[in-house]
């Protein structure tokens, strides 16, 4: 009699249980909502450019498959969030964010409509998704372009640990483990090019790019040592983005 009720009462739990996940994992799916925007005519624009706004196809800055340039100082786009790159290409259309390195990504981001924006940013955030091993930059290539490179294993303490004596949070805190991005507000960073990075960097610390909420990353970046800078970009651009054994990566909204 008593194990009897014991098994029942299991039974009930077990039903429980499932319910509760399934129910979860038909929430988790219903809430990530979908990009907006044309992947075609993303692609189209991307290859091609804008002829009649006199914007260049993206590809030949950023690459062919959208991995960024080293010798332009030029970012990787593919993966990157959704939302995230249609904020920066409306504040390059805006002027919140000014393009110092190339001076040129804010007459293109002002030569696109805000829906051929959205429209590449469908395009560019739904390349490589789920990719696991990410293709960064070579950083013997990286040095024989003449730029300093830094210590990869100090770099991945000050991403994932931080600096708490010099008031220095993890980057993982904001940009997830590994810096893989932790969309919608904060970008990926691992597979991002070196010297993009320690570009961005350098802009956050003296303030040329200011275009972040609430100045989360002058905060930051103030902080960094150059040495600091060239340290973290090292680990990052080459950063895994799954952890030892576990190669599922979490659905995000993008
Ligand atoms: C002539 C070269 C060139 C062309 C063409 C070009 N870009 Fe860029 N792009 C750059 C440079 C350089 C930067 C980095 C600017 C900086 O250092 O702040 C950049 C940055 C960006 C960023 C910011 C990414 C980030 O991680 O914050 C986006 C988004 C972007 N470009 C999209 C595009 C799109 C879309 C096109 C085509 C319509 C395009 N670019 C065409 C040179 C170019
Ligand atoms: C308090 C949260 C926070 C922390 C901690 C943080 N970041 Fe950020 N970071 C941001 C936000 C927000 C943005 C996006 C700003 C925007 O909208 O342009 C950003 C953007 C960046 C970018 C520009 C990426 C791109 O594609 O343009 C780089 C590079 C970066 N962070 C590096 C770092 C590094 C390295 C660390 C650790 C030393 C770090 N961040 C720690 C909030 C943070």
């Not at 624009?45 to 340039?69: D, M, Y």
């Not at 303030?207 to 990052?236: C, E, H």
Request: glycine share 10%; aromatic share 6%; net charge positive.
């Amino acid at each position: 009699m008593l194990n009897k009720s014991r098994v029942s009462v299991v039974a009930a739990l077990f039903a429980l249980v499932s319910t509760l996940v399934s129910t979860a994992v038909y929430a988790s799916a219903e809430f990530v909502p979908k990009t907006v925007g044309d992947v075609e005519n993303g692609k189209k624009i991307f290859t091609n450019g804008k002829e009649s706004t006199g914007v260049p196809a993206c590809l030949t800055c950023h690459g062919e498959k959208a991995l960024g340039e080293d010798s332009m100082g030029t970012p990787r786009l593919a993966g990157q969030g959704y939302t995230f790159l249609v904020k920066q290409l409306n504040d390059f259309a805006t002027d919140k964010r000014m393009d110092t390195t190339m001076m040129i990504m804010n007459s293109n981001a002002k030569g696109l409509t805000e829906t051929e924006r959205q429209d590449v940013a469908a395009y560019l955030s739904g390349l490589n998704k789920g990719e696991i091993k990410v293709e960064g930059s070579d950083l013997a290539a990286v040095k024989a372009l003449g730029q300093p490179v830094g210590q990869t294993h100090l770099g991945k303490s000050l991403a994932q640990y931080g600096a708490p004596d010099r008031g220095i949070p993890a980057c993982h805190s904001c940009h997830g483990y590994n810096a893989r991005g932790a969309f919608p507000i904060y970008p990926a960073l691992s597979g991002q090019k070196y010297v993009y990075l320690v570009n961005q960097l350098k802009k956050w610390r003296d303030a040329s790019r200011s275009n972040d909420m609430m100045g989360q990353m002058r905060a930051v970046a103030k902080k960094l040592s150059d040495d600091d800078i060239y340290n973290v970009a090292s680990f990052l651009t080459s950063a895994d983005r799954t952890t030892n054994g576990n190669a599922r990566m979490p659905q995000q909204q993008h």
